[in-house]
């Protein structure tokens, strides 16, 4: 990121004429784009903007009409229901209160995000919205961190939505949903139906949304009197393919869970798992209920028992996460947990223009709840 810009504030249009050897007047000129400048002088002036890091102050365009009232939201895909949901959220708040929203899609990768989120600075975006769960590790929270002072530098905040801040102390607004809360209570649910050998399909290590309904799913077993070793975790990430590539694996296997088992999604699953990451903390049991990570995951888990000729529930029965739009039309109706995506796009957009000075560094929790269809069951009696 190489530079000092975070430490000392923002880079002032007097500094970018000092290191480009021109007037200010000249520097604007080239920076406004409304007056011809000679090729060599705009080029040595873009240069050393670049090189400070400098973005226009918005506020000083908007006093003479080049300013705009703009939302970013940034998203792993557009494809996912859950992501889409939150998108429309955050459009709709923005559009209700005069704001244009801009939608950019990373497909994961890092410096995709930092180039949206750069050039979201540059065209002076109010707020800029990261959305979903991520893997934390020293390079994201590096990354983060630079996001949120470098926004903050230029008049603008950092909303991270559905994920939270790798840090307390920057300056970034968390809007989130009680992930664990909600896959405690699905899991709870399953129990109270009367079983005891569940399987977690959908685990992606480091994911920080996966990893808390990881945890709410064990801690469900737990309450129930269940030792670690009736947890059964099947790290294969998410997307319709990786839970039907998965779900096919365990059936062929008999329906056992030991020591190896594993799935490894296709490359159109949301995330990429590691082949062979899944280690099941127990010996051979058969599994009498599934506990898919999200609902696309539930979806292929439908269809590969469907393909082996058992049947939900009655052979097996299956709960998801999120409650997208289809969940109601998959066959049987999927019982899952209910994630107020769309609400999620709308609170982060309401709380960070409500409050702009007590926003950045908050943390707000939304809740989730269960939606019962058909899709569970009492285990049928052991033969």
């Given amino acids: 990121m190489g530079n000092d810009m975070t430490s000392k504030g923002r880079v002032t249009i007097r500094e970018v004429a000092e290191r480009a050897g021109v007037s200010m007047a000249t520097v604007s000129r080239v920076l406004s784009g409304n007056h011809p400048v000679p090729a060599s002088t705009r080029a040595r002036v873009l240069r050393a903007a670049r090189d400070l890091d400098y973005v226009a102050n918005a506020h000083a365009r908007a006093l003479v009409g080049g300013g705009r009232k703009m939302v970013a939201v940034v998203l792993r895909q557009v494809t996912s229901p859950f992501y889409a949901q939150v998108a429309e959220g955050v459009e709709a708040e923005a559009a209700a209160r005069g704001w244009l929203c801009l939608v950019g899609t990373t497909g994961g990768d890092p410096g995709r995000e930092l180039e949206f989120v750069q050039l979201m600075r540059e065209e002076g975006a109010g707020l800029v919205i990261l959305v979903g769960g991520v893997v934390e590790d020293d390079a994201y929270r590096e990354r983060v961190a630079h996001y949120a002072q470098a926004l903050a530098s230029s008049g603008a905040r950092l909303v991270l939505c559905g994920r939270p801040a790798p840090d307390p102390d920057i300056p970034a607004l968390v809007v989130e949903f009680d992930n664990e809360a909600g896959a405690r209570a699905i899991t709870?649910?399953?129990l109270s139906a009367g079983h005891r050998r569940i399987v977690f399909l959908g685990g992606l290590p480091g994911n920080t949304a996966l990893d808390a309904r990881v945890a709410g799913y064990r801690a469900a077993l737990a309450e129930h009197g269940l030792g670690p070793e009736a947890a059964h975790v099947v790290d294969c990430g998410l997307g319709r393919a990786a839970g039907h590539r998965a779900m096919t694996e365990l059936l062929k296997a008999g329906g056992d869970l030991g020591p190896g088992d594993t799935a490894t999604p296709d490359?159109?699953?949301?995330?990429?798992?590691?082949?062979?990451?899944?280690t099941p903390d127990a010996g051979p049991a058969r599994f009498t209920a599934v506990f898919a990570g999200d609902d696309m995951v539930a979806a292929g888990a439908?269809?590969?028992?469907?393909?082996a000729?058992?049947?939900?529930?009655?052979?097996?029965?299956?709960?998801?996460?999120?409650?997208?739009?289809?969940?109601?039309?998959?066959?049987?109706?999927l019982t899952t947990v209910r994630t107020p995506a769309e609400e999620l796009g709308r609170a982060a957009v309401r709380i960070a223009l409500r409050d702009p000075e007590h926003a950045a560094g908050a943390h707000h929790l939304l809740g989730t709840h269960i939606v019962v269809r058909d899709s569970v069951q009492p285990p049928p009696p052991v033969p």
């Fill in 188 to 190: 709870g649910h399953l």
């Fill in 267 to 278: 490359a159109d699953t949301l995330d990429t798992a590691t082949p062979g990451s899944a």
């Fill in 302 to 307: 439908l269809r590969a028992i469907a393909d």
């Fill in 309 to 333: 000729g058992l049947r939900v529930p009655q052979d097996i029965s299956v709960v998801g996460y999120n409650d997208i739009p289809l969940a109601e039309d998959f066959n049987p109706p």
